[in-house]
């Protein structure tokens, strides 16, 4: 196939997901229009979520707090320079840009998507029948291992996830439930759909996922946790990473470390 070819094979499909994204929002839309009434008034009486996370070792379904936010805003995190962290290694070139016109990264998951909870809340957070729109923002999550690309996978926080197979690459479309967290495809997009305006965490994000996030360990893998936020070094519990819009958080176990990537959201429609 030609360079040309490829290229607008790629533009179809990526055109094709978000107009099937759109279809399911504006579904979405339909069947909580009478919901949504509900829930600004019980916002407007001051009915707010709070930030919970599981134990800073990595919580579990239900788990306990964790502090680093508020309700619609949070306190803003303390970063430092990146010259603190000595010489990094250079960044990996992008991947292949994937359906939601993000490179998806060359390395393999770092860890299944299993929900130990399967549609249970999790840290407070439902899984839903439809995504929601109240609040709807996006961040992007890269994990480095030992300075080796690893995924975040397609369908965390979607149990049942219906993949939708495109020529960029496996759209997770639908499935049994959304919980407010989540990704449609490996390219480190989280999804942040919520009913209410709060402010969400890394912690509850692996929570979700299923997996173990503390100052030394990230999933499966095991070492000192370094987390770039915004091209800075976050201090703090790795838990605590908010996920704001637009953030862009590099997550790495081990050495060596990575300069911090970044992708443009330009074009991407999120």
């Given at each position: ?166 020529a960029s690459g496996t759209f997770i479309g639908s499935g049994t439930c959304f919980y407010w967290l989540h990704t ?87």
């Amino acid at each position: 196939m030609s360079s040309k070819s490829s290229r607008e094979s790629r533009k179809a499909a990526i055109e094709a997901a978000r107009k099937a994204e759109a279809r399911r929002r504006r579904r979405t839309r339909l069947a909580i229009g009478g919901g949504a009434v509900v829930a600004a008034a019980a916002i407007a009486v001051g009915v707010t979520l709070g930030v919970s996370g599981g134990p800073a070792s990595g919580g579990t379904a239900g788990g306990g707090t964790a502090g680093g936010g508020t309700a619609g805003g949070g306190t803003a995190p303390k970063l430092a320079s990146l010259s603190t962290l000595g010489t990094l290694q250079a960044a990996p070139a992008a991947g292949p840009l994937g359906p939601e016109a993000v490179p998806v990264p060359a390395g393999t998951a770092l860890a299944g998507t299993t929900v130990a909870a399967g549609a249970q809340p999790v840290d407070g957070i439902s899984c839903s029948a439809g995504e929601q729109t109240l609040f709807h923002i996006h961040a992007h999550l890269t994990i480095f291992v030992n300075g080796v690309a690893r995924q975040v996978p397609a369908a965390i926080g979607i149990p049942g996830g219906v993949a939708q197979n495109t020529a960029s690459g496996t759209f997770i479309g639908s499935g049994t439930c959304f919980y407010w967290l989540h990704t449609h495809a490996a390219d480190g997009i989280v999804h942040i759909e919520s009913p209410a305006v709060r402010t969400f965490t890394l912690g509850e994000f692996f929570d979700e996922w299923g997996q173990p996030l503390g100052s030394s360990v990230a999933g499966p893998a095991h070492g000192h946790v370094t987390v770039l936020y915004n091209g800075k070094v976050f201090e703090g519990n790795p838990r605590d990473v908010p996920l704001t819009a637009h953030a862009q958080i590099q997550l790495e176990v081990g050495t060596p470390l990575v300069a911090p990537e970044s992708i443009s959201w330009a074009g991407t429609g999120l």
